[in-house]
């Protein structure tokens, strides 16, 4: 016997047709793709997969919005080699004034010879350059004269221009050695290690780098000390030291104090030249008595000594207003009262 045809199936199956129909046209491409954009468009993280737990993540997120990382890319790559037009990029987006010269080949006799090539894996001495090279170009900069403990033990020969660009990346602080003691200039650098030398660079926009632990620290306290003290000041010119000091407190006096001239200061390897001033009220409180000294520093047996001096100038009996002051920031301690 023939089954017989429900006469409601057809009307049934309509319904279910028509959501298959909706379901398909929500989810297609046409119009899933301008909804996928916005969500990107609005997103406020990064979805890089690769580098948690990576020992850069830190630095990769910090440095991420300031190069311009994409939040979509799924893959960061730490571990590849850093190529040149990539790294060209990102440091010319964190120093634009750096275009200039980073951003010319061949370079012009005014920006570094040891910069890095336009194509291929760059090494760290190449990165090392380029920074230097930048922030030269880079006005409201302050190199905090920071001094590696302990020193690498592969840094190039002396008076030669790698070590000088040795130097100064250990000195601004955007170099590090590896936890064994050496710098591997001549190694490839990777994209983790790029990253991370870029994000030592926001902080030397900040004046209190300074006022950590540095050489310009050191040469202040030395300064300070050999003022008050009588210290860090080499014995073969300690007397003639003592007795230009002591020629400002003639008849006594009712305070002083040592201000310093350190953003003009020229600190090495182991010489620096600075500028300091000593400024002493008489015990009447009517004048000071005030010279400027051009001290010249050498680093030996692990500190700053006085090793020779000269007075620019000296004025007695002068208004304070009269008094220079290089940076108010910069006087050593309080003014000092007997």
């Not at 793709?33 to 993540?57: N, S, V």
């Not at 190069?67 to 037009?85: H, M, N, Q, V």
């Not at 922030?135 to 403990?149: A, E, I, K």
């Not at 310093?260 to 090495?268: E, M, P, R, S, W």
Request: include cysteine.
């Amino acid at each position: 016997m023939r089954r017989q045809r429900n006469p409601h199936h057809k009307h049934r199956s309509m319904p279910a047709m028509v959501l298959a129909l909706l379901a398909l046209a929500i989810f297609s491409a046409p119009f899933a793709t301008p909804r996928a954009t916005a969500k990107e468009a609005d997103q406020t993280w990064y979805a890089f997969t690769d580098i948690h737990g990576h020992w850069a993540m830190g630095p990769i997120l910090q440095m991420a919005e300031s190069l311009g990382f994409s939040k979509t890319d799924t893959a960061f790559r730490p571990d590849d080699p850093i190529e040149g037009p990539v790294w060209t990029a990102w440091l010319t987006r964190l120093l634009p004034q750096a275009r200039a010269c980073i951003d010319i080949y061949p370079k012009p006799p005014e920006c570094s010879a040891l910069g890095s090539p336009q194509e291929g894996p760059l090494t760290r001495q190449a990165l090392v350059a380029d920074l230097r090279q930048a922030l030269s170009v880079t006005p409201g900069v302050y190199n905090p004269h920071f001094r590696p403990d302990p020193m690498p033990v592969d840094l190039p020969p002396k008076d030669t221009a790698e070590f000088q660009l040795a130097w100064d990346g250990l000195s601004w602080g955007y170099l590090e050695g590896y936890p064994d003691g050496t710098l591997r200039l001549e190694q490839v650098a990777t994209r983790a290690e790029a990253v991370q030398m870029l994000s030592r660079v926001p902080r030397l926009f900040d004046r209190s780098i300074l006022q950590e632990t540095s050489d310009a620290q050191a040469l202040l306290q030395a300064a300070s000390d050999a003022f008050h003290l009588f210290t860090h000041v080499e014995k073969d010119i300690l007397p003639r030291w003592q007795d230009a000091v002591n020629r400002l407190f003639a008849g006594g006096f009712r305070r002083f104090w040592v201000d310093t001239d350190v953003l003009h200061a020229t600190i090495g390897f182991d010489t620096a030249r600075m500028k300091a001033l000593l400024a002493v009220e008489n015990t009447e409180g009517t004048g000071m008595n005030w010279a400027v000294f051009d001290l010249s520093f050498r680093f030996h047996d692990g500190e700053w000594q006085i090793e020779d001096f000269s007075i620019v100038e000296t004025h007695e009996n002068t208004p304070e207003a009269q008094v220079p002051r290089y940076d108010r920031a910069w006087i050593i301690g309080p003014e000092v009262t007997p």
